[in-house]
């Protein structure tokens, strides 16, 4: 991997934000309406009801934690997307650029932008609802890192299928996370879902993170076989999506469909 290249198109990408008003905005929008809306209905929750002890850091966490999935896998998309949309995508493959260091743009720039969500998102919930994130000390980073491998993998098939099927798969960029968000147990516990999606749960990282996390904030204490689970299989599913991703470029490239994208 040329890192020089990577650099290059981290800057690229970097350049449309900068310069793009409504694409930076969509940076910070999305993830402060969530953060305010889930915060303020959790409070509400916890004036009606004191069953669930302390509801309002669980949930609060949840949003933080399933926004930097969301924008790991988000940005990886986008990101190829921008080039389909601008007409880029044959001078990018015309240049003396591989698919690793495009997608390893990618997940630079995807990094950079859930790490920005976690500060703003944190600093909020810190001055709306007295909600310190980093009360999770060292555990926070191995659930980062768990989310963003799967933001990564996700991402990475997903533009495989851009490759493959062309436009009409775009609407995945946005709806993919959304559909592993049930199974994730994003804001309750795998044990209230169905057995069939019990079992779709437990080969999922994000429900292990999720899991992780709300033992943390109760107890005070992580069982660490979730995060051993959420890294196996993200290690397990990020040589598949590579290795999709790889057939699916292969395979483009032999039937033209990367100068058809270009046109």
């Not at 491998?149 to 996700?154: A, E």
């Not at 968000?181 to 080969?203: D, H, K, R, T």
């Not at 890294?231 to 397990?236: A, K, P, S, V, W």
């Amino acid at each position: 991997m040329n890192f020089r290249v990577v650099k290059a198109l981290v800057l690229k990408y970097l350049y449309v934000c900068s310069r793009n008003t409504f694409r930076a905005l969509d940076v910070f929008f999305w993830p402060v309406m969530d953060l305010l809306i889930w915060g303020f209905m959790s409070i509400y929750m916890m004036r009606v009801t004191t069953t669930v002890p302390k509801m309002v850091p669980m949930l609060i966490s949840s949003i933080i934690l399933w926004n930097v999935l969301y924008r790991a896998q988000q940005v990886v998309c986008v990101a190829f997307l921008d080039d389909v949309w601008s007409r880029n995508m044959l001078n990018i493959w015309a240049a003396p650029i591989r698919p690793i260091e495009y997608v390893g743009a990618g997940y630079v720039v995807g990094f950079m932008q859930a790490l920005i969500v976690v500060v703003v998102m944190g600093t909020l919930a810190g001055c709306f609802y007295s909600f310190n994130i980093l009360e999770l000390g060292l555990h926070l980073a191995i659930l980062f890192a768990n989310l963003i491998i799967m933001g990564w993998s996700l991402g990475l098939v997903v533009t495989g299928l851009f490759l493959r099927f062309g436009p009409p798969a775009e609407a995945l960029a946005w709806a993919v996370p959304f559909l592993f968000q049930p199974i994730s147990a994003v804001f309750y516990p795998v044990e209230i879902l169905p057995p069939w999606m019990q079992l779709l749960a437990q080969i999922t990282p994000a429900s292990h993170v999720f899991e992780g996390m709300r033992e943390l904030i109760s107890t005070g204490h992580m069982n660490l076989t979730h995060m051993y689970l959420a890294m196996g299989l993200n290690i397990l599913y990020m040589t598949i999506a590579g290795f999709l991703f790889k057939m699916f470029y292969e395979e483009a490239r032999k039937r033209g469909f990367l100068a058809k994208y270009a046109a």
